[in-house]
Nanobody, 126 residues
Framework: HVQLVESGGGSVQAGGSLRLSCVVSGSAIGSSYMGWFRQAPGLERVAVGVIDSIEITTYADSVKGRFTISRDNARNTLYLQMNSLKVEDTATYYC?????????????????????WGQGTQVTVS
């Protein structure tokens, strides 16, 4: 049974930083592609960024240059470093694990490509 647990969310002033963590249990993240998504009230869940199986990262235009995704396979953990936060970054953030090995596919930005999800962590920027 695969479980993803996010942490690190909270309230921060605009311009501040947060680092989200996502610990995976029940399966080694190994070379699986993984992603961070966010959902604001009344809006659909959208990709923040993904890291594919050869560790190429792709980001939404809205966060490029401010957010960084990384992974520590030894710790089975995915990270999202968020800098220069803006009010519009306020949302619930979810990490997700994909179906296995994949690289170079734009479809990896779609939530439909992910099979395991965390419960989410709230980020509020004021």
């Amino acid at each position: 049974h695969v479980q993803l647990v996010e942490s690190g969310g909270g309230s921060v002033q605009a311009g501040g930083s947060l680092r989200l963590s996502c610990v995976v249990s029940g399966s080694a993240i190994g070379s699986s592609y993984m992603g961070w998504f966010r959902q604001a009230p009344g809006l659909e869940r959208v990709a923040v960024g993904v890291i594919d199986s050869i560790e190429i990262t792709t980001y939404a235009d809205s966060v490029k240059g401010r957010f960084t995704i990384s992974r520590d396979n030894a710790r089975n953990t995915l990270y999202l470093q968020m800098n220069s936060l803006k009010v519009e970054d306020t949302a619930t953030y979810y990490c997700a694990a994909g179906r296995g090995w994949a690289s170079g596919r734009s479809q990896l930005l779609s939530p439909l490509e992910y099979v395991h999800w965390g419960q989410g962590t709230q980020v509020t920027v004021s």
